[in-house]
């Protein structure tokens, strides 16, 4: 709900549990006054900060109460008075005198309106938004903000547009999509660290302190290094209980997060692209919108940050055709076969997939080309080593009752190609020698041309193939961001908004498809592509010892079915051995699929694989809809251990593993969580019958968990009777 008190000036977005206050100062500057826990209408103005030091300057020259640099923003231009961190920076001639943005007008409507060639939290029933436009008189723009607020999940979401009403170009050089400044600097900063084959895996926690905590990516991608989340919480937040104000930005290219204490020791957390290298120019009447950033508050820990932000992804990033639509269990030739992939194989490979329980054949890198040195971007079967075609081969995999999946990686082309030779100006870089990487560069697609090219190339190629998913790959990092046709402070973001155009394009010509977005394992994670892909290849690390960090840590921003993780050999990252139950464990947390040679599994591994399927089938509707709770951090003990809760609270699925068998049991009971304390639940393992009441209190002794092979780790379905 938003309200606007006419009377006070305030404006006051509240969720189920959270309120977000701001108010027009007396000198019409949008004044932040209160973000956390609900309350109520009145005394609103109450909150704001009227200290008063005589340094900092003021507005008034009889009254000293207001100060830029003292009151929360809602947006703080550069130059404006506030000396804090800036928000947003522009400048008209190289003259960076922005002005402090006066209000205009408002309004408020049900709904919400698309953003222009962005994603965004796409959901237009139960919210409502705020559009709130603020004018530099001195510089002649204008700019809007807009709040979306989706109560039912505790989310508001927020981005800004800026419009050029003066007669002059002005040039954008900061954008923050959010600027929320909070009293005091109490909180710990939370984001998800990692690596390439260790995306995410590192949940960083770190006390905050005077200064800037900047979490960035200037990759291109959101990266394997960092992730767009980023959460702050009080001292004593943990799993269950405590403040935690939880953000994410729906975007994918270079972000920033910036988390500044000023020296009063307040805090204000900036989100959005980048400004490294952002030079943007404005037109006379041009507009910019920066990408969304979503928010949400909880005083009931870590957890339920998660779970806000799960139910959110669901309901409003992902397309409702797939959000909560049981998925594909897939059997992908990458791990089985790499670049050696023929029609015979992958039809060998489908010959044994039903006997898995797999439904989809997918058929990864390498029908096009023999390894990764030629080929993307001129989109052509090897036909020699598949003479029916993809359309063939795919009508051949139908014939067999199998769905077909095919690999790509539309924005990138290899040195070695007929397209770049025709075309070197069609690639991403500044300089005449770019970085190699994978033998690739990254194709220019601030250019409409080359994103109608590749569309057209990809679409004529697959034209009449039935295709059921697409896994779309991207191998490498842009090193050097520069066109020759684009601006080179446009570069970034006009390449992130040609990735956005082509995967829309490519949508729309293959029909309803599902998209499962990959970026040499997980370099793009992120809220940008679940809107184009309802889930995401998670890492190519398929160790399930390491996959359990990486999930873990995924899991805190990310809806367990959003994770793309495959039964594989498991040793191929690591060398480390595993057992096939401990494997599935692991790899059930997701969106379950097999990455193997099944020619190298008998019979009996077989009518095993089939078991997992069929168990992974009786819980998917855990993954899809359910609740995740935490209850065993693999960062701060041996082991991992969680609970999927239906939201009716009549189904759960405890999952319990150990990472590394010391052979030392701990006496200690795993107390669950989300269940209904007054329901019965049966323990489909024992046939026990406890109160939830007792799980969630008594909780399960350990040492009943060992009674089986410890090294395959614990599932247990929960059934309420
Ligand atoms: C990187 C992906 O993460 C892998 O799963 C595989 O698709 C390869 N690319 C193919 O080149």
Redesign the pocket.
């Known amino acids: 709900m938003i309200r606007f008190n006419q009377k006070e000036g305030v404006f006051h977005i509240q969720t189920k549990s959270s309120s977000y206050v701001f108010c027009l100062s007396d000198f019409n500057v949008l004044e932040h006054l209160y973000y956390g826990k609900k309350i109520p209408d009145d005394n609103v103005r109450y909150y704001g900060n009227r200290q008063i030091y005589s340094h900092l300057g003021h507005e008034s020259r009889e009254d000293r109460s207001f100060s830029p640099s003292v009151q929360g923003m809602e947006i703080s231009p550069f130059n404006s008075g506030d000396i804090r961190t800036p928000s947003v920076i522009y400048n008209c001639d190289g003259d960076l005198d922005c002005n402090r943005l006066r209000y205009l007008s408002h309004v408020i409507y049900k709904g919400r309106k698309p953003i222009d060639g962005l994603p965004f939290s796409r959901r237009t029933t139960d919210c409502e938004t705020l559009e709130v436009t603020l004018v530099d008189k001195g510089k002649n723009l204008e700019v809007t903000l807009f709040y979306t607020v989706f109560p039912s999940v505790d989310v508001i979401s927020r981005y800004m547009q800026i419009k050029n009403t003066c007669k002059k170009d002005i040039t954008v050089q900061k954008l923050a999509s959010a600027c929320v400044d909070f009293y005091g600097m109490d909180y710990d900063v939370i984001t998800l660290e990692g690596i390439y084959l260790y995306e995410r895996a590192k949940v960083s926690r770190n006390k905050l302190e005077r200064g800037t905590f900047k979490n960035e990516s200037l990759t291109g991608t959101s990266s394997h290094n960092k992730n767009p989340f980023i959460a702050i919480c009080s001292h004593n937040a943990n799993e269950d209980v405590g403040e935690v104000y939880g953000f994410n930005l729906v975007y994918s290219g270079n972000f920033a997060e910036e988390v500044s204490v000023s020296h009063l020791g307040d805090t204000r957390v900036l989100l959005g692209i980048s400004d490294v290298g952002l030079l943007w120019t404005l037109k006379p009447n041009e507009i910019l919108c920066s990408p969304e950033a979503i928010m949400t508050y909880t005083d009931k820990g870590i957890g339920q940050m998660s779970r806000n932000f799960h139910d959110h992804i669901r309901q409003s990033i992902i397309e409702s055709d797939f959000a909560f639509s049981s998925r594909p269990i897939v059997i992908?030739s990458?791990?089985a076969s790499y670049f050696a992939v023929s029609e015979q194989k992958v039809l060998e490979l489908a010959k044994s997939a039903k006997d898995c329980g797999a439904d989809t054949i997918v058929l990864?890198?390498g029908w096009f080309r023999p390894n990764?040195k030629s080929g993307l971007g001129d989109w052509r079967t090897d036909k020699e080593r598949f003479p029916s075609g993809i359309k063939g081969l795919a009508e051949k995999i139908h014939a067999m009752g199998l769905k077909f999946g095919l690999?790509l990686?539309p924005e990138m082309v290899n040195e070695n190609s007929d397209l770049f030779k025709a075309h070197p100006e069609y690639i991403l870089t500044t300089s005449k020698a770019p970085l190699i990487s994978r033998s690739q560069y990254i194709l220019d697609l601030t250019r409409e041309e080359v994103v109608r090219l590749i569309a057209d190339r990809i679409s004529e190629e697959l034209k009449g193939a039935e295709i059921d998913y697409i896994?779309w790959?991207f191998?490498r990092y842009a090193t050097e961001a520069g066109s020759f046709s684009t601006p080179q402070g446009e570069v970034y973001h006009r390449q992130m908004l040609g990735s956005y155009k082509l995967l829309s394009l490519l949508k729309e010509r293959l029909g309803k498809v599902l998209f499962e977005t990959?970026?040499?394992?997980g370099g793009r994670f992120d809220l940008g592509m679940l809107y184009y892909s309802p889930q995401i290849?998670t890492s190519?690390n398929t160790d399930p010892y390491a996959r359990i960090f990486i999930q873990n840590g995924t899991g805190v921003a990310y809806p367990v079915s959003t994770a793309s993780c495959h039964f594989t050999r498991g040793d191929c990252t690591s060398g480390r051995e595993s057992t096939y139950e401990f494997r599935y464990n692991v790899a059930a947390f997701g969106a379950y699929g097999y990455e193997l040679d099944l020619s190298e599994y008998s019979d009996e591994d077989k009518k095993l694989f089939k078991e997992f399927s069929e168990k992974y089938r009786r819980n998917e509707d855990l993954n899809l809809s359910g609740d995740l709770y935490r209850i065993l951090s693999p960062e701060s003990s041996n082991f991992y251990a969680d609970i999927k809760v239906s939201k009716d609270k009549n189904k759960a699925l405890f999952t319990f593993l150990e990472i590394n068998a010391t052979g030392f049991i701990e006496n200690m009971a795993l107390r669950l969580k989300g269940l209904d304390p007054d329901k019965l639940y049966k323990n489909e393992v024992t046939g026990e019958v406890l109160h939830g009441a007792t799980l969630m209190n008594v909780g399960i002794r350990i040492s009943d968990l060992y009674r089986k092979k410890r090294s395959d780790g614990y599932t247990v379905a929960f059934t309420a009777i």
Not at 518 to 521: D, H, L, N, R, V
């Open positions: 992908n990458w791990e990864d890198d990764d690999w990686e896994k790959d191998n990959c970026c040499g394992g290849w190519d």
